[in-house]
């Protein structure tokens, strides 16, 4: 670290020690992205290598051994069924990104309407919808989910419309805070006194401006998603049992683990872990992105 001179005031010598790491935003969103894109491949290639005969069946493994420690047959060992754990740890990014995107998709698809609908319209609508919707938000993410899961049943769509109800809210929220103040600009004011309808004034005026916090959102909701899905299948609640999840493995790994059999909770916690830090790094440089290019369009202003 270099050495900062003598007679350098205190005051220069705190912006010295608060000043961020040089192009840190662009190297997370970088690994971040890398990252995703890894977890993305491994969901595509698995259908067609365990189709094509390359890697096992994830649900199969009657012909291996029970418990079998990592070794070159089965790099990650094997779980109480025989099943190999590498396998079901590939084939699980591939199931866990299909919940993710569509429980994104879908609160996105029904969160943004809404929040600009309120935001606009004020009233009683707008008191109704953000009274259902502060009531959700207030209500713990896992819980509501547990909630949803249990009355839906245990089904890859239904799990995605579990996770969907727990991120409508913060969706709504956010765009119905910035179409109540982008309501109240001069060229929305001159659009609906020139006689343009509601409809048009939310697509053609205020739908770019409040869009552009979403993307920071849906990075960040995606990688808290991941780890609901896994709460999910660690309670019984998520997937059902022939469909290889990170969370019901690690469900079943309770038993084992205690008795020297880590493999079985290790791959699949470390999977999990590396899809959240991809994401997260991925939302931290999209944030990042979009700060600057407000500045900069600010400043051009």
């Known amino acids: 670290m270099a050495r900062i001179p003598a007679g350098v005031p205190n005051s220069v010598v705190w912006r010295y020690f608060r000043r961020p790491l040089p192009n840190l935003s662009a190297r997370l969103t970088r690994v971040g992205v890398l990252i995703v894109v890894i977890y993305g491949l491994l969901a595509l290639a698995m259908p067609l290598l365990t189709a094509s005969g390359w890697l096992p069946d994830p649900n199969t493994g009657l012909d291996n051994p029970p418990f079998a420690a990592p ?70 993410l896992l819980l509501l989910a547990v909630v949803m899961a249990f009355l839906l049943g245990r089904s890859l769509i239904n799990a995605a419309l579990a996770l969907c109800v727990v991120y409508i809210p913060q969706y709504f929220r956010m765009v119905r805070n910035q179409t109540a103040g982008a309501k109240a600009e001069l060229y929305v004011t001159a659009a609906r006194s020139l006689g343009a309808g509601p409809l048009w004034i939310l697509r053609r005026y205020l739908l770019h401006n409040v869009i552009t916090s979403v993307p920071v959102l849906i990075t960040l909701n995606g990688a808290d998603a991941v780890l609901v899905l896994g709460g999910l299948g660690f309670l019984g609640l998520g997937l059902p049992e022939t469909v290889p999840e990170w969370g019901s493995d690690l469900q079943q790994a309770l038993v084992a683990v205690p008795i020297g059999i880590w493999w079985t909770a290790l791959y699949p916690g470390l999977a999990m872990f590396g899809l959240v830090l991809g994401l997260s790094f991925l939302g931290e440089g999209v944030d990042a992105w979009l700060s600057r290019s407000e500045t900069i369009g600010r400043a051009e202003r």
């Open 71 to 140: 070794s070159l047959a089965h790099w990650c060992g094997t779980d109480r069924l025989g099943r190999d754990v590498c396998v079901r740890t590939m084939a699980g990014a591939g199931v866990a990104l299909q919940v993710v995107l569509l429980a994104v998709a879908m609160a996105l698809l029904v969160g943004v309407p809404l929040g600009m609908v309120s935001g606009y319209m004020g009233g009683a609508i707008d008191r109704l919808l953000v009274l259902v919707m502060d009531t959700l938000y207030t209500l713990p």
